[in-house]
Every structure is written in C-alpha cells, then in structure tokens.
C-alpha cells in the first residue's frame, strides 16, 4: 500500500528523469520526507522504488518499424461537415394569407444537399409541426389560427440534433375579405 502513493509521488515530482535515474529520499529537519534527482547531502540515501510498469501501445512506446521514442503519426482533425443552407420559399414574408381551411403551405428551397441522415422540421411559432423529420421540401400545416404567425424550418442530424434553422418568416393569416 505504501509503495503506491511513493509511485504516483516521483511519477508526479520527477516527470523529466529518465527512467534509470537513480531517485533520493531523505528527511529535513523537520521530519518532512523529500525525493530527488540530486542528493543534498551525504544523508541522502537511494530510494527504493517500484519497477515501473509500461504499457504497450501508449504513447511512450514505439510503433511497430519506428525507432524507440519515435512519435506515432496525429490522424488530422476531420473537416467541419459545412451547414446545409436553406430558405423558405413560400409563404412570403409578411403575407396575407386569406383561407378558410386554416391551412398553411410552406415550401423550402434548399441551396445544398441535406446531409445523410438528416431531415427537415416545420416550426409554426417555435413549435414542431411534423414529429418526424421528413425528407419532404414542403409540408401543409393545419388548423391555423386567425393571426400573425411566425414560420420557420430547421434542419436536424440522424441524432435530432439541430443543425441549422431558418430565419423566420411572418405571415398573417386572416378571414376572406369582402368583396
């Protein structure tokens, strides 16, 4: 039990010795027990140490065909998959849409492929309208209160997380005027 603690102390005071440097443990004048590289005077004894255990594959080991202390090679950080890019195209900001059916159509129209996987959501007044993502570029969404509403679609992964959303576009859904 007390050879752990003596480990984890010299791995953590002498990171910089090489493995075969001889490592002193002495104690000052007030009972405080001390390591080092460099003995401080001729009271200073060698310590006895645990053999250190290595462990292949890490780091510190060489790959296969490489000289010792040879660094493996850093795999390059992937590229930042780019946003899809799109818009609503219909309904038209501020549009006066004038239907009994309380129906409202949107249409996206996509500047860029959809990732694979992923799909689009429909949101009336920051609400989903589809519980599913849908491949689908537009989508009818019902019972449609009188009113200002605001539309918008995003674009979420195969995980449903949310990769992009469009601004949002007013539209104001009203009764048929008269004529």
């Known amino acids: 039990m007390r050879a752990l603690p003596l480990l984890l102390l010299t791995s953590f005071l002498l990171p910089g010795l090489p493995a075969a440097a001889e490592v002193y443990r002495w104690t000052d004048a007030n009972g405080v027990v001390h390591y080092g590289d460099k003995a401080p005077d001729a009271k200073a004894k060698p310590a006895q140490l645990p053999q250190l255990q290595v462990i292949p594959g890490t780091p510190a080991a060489a790959a296969p065909g490489k000289p010792a202390g040879a ?44 990732p694979e996987g992923a799909g689009l959501i429909y949101y009336l007044d920051g609400v989903a309208q589809n519980a599913q993502p849908t491949q689908e570029r537009g989508q009818i969404i019902g019972n449609v209160d009188r009113g200002s509403h605001l539309v918008d679609v995003g674009v979420v992964d195969r995980n449903g997380k949310l990769l992009v959303r469009t601004p949002p576009v007013i539209v104001h859904v009203m009764p048929p005027g008269k004529h």
């Open 71 to 114: 660094s493996a090679p850093t795999a390059e950080p992937a590229p930042a998959a780019e946003k899809p890019r799109l818009s609503i195209a219909a309904p038209q900001p501020e549009q006066v849409i004038r239907d009994t059916s309380r129906q409202l159509s949107v249409r996206v129209d996509l500047q860029s492929p959809l």
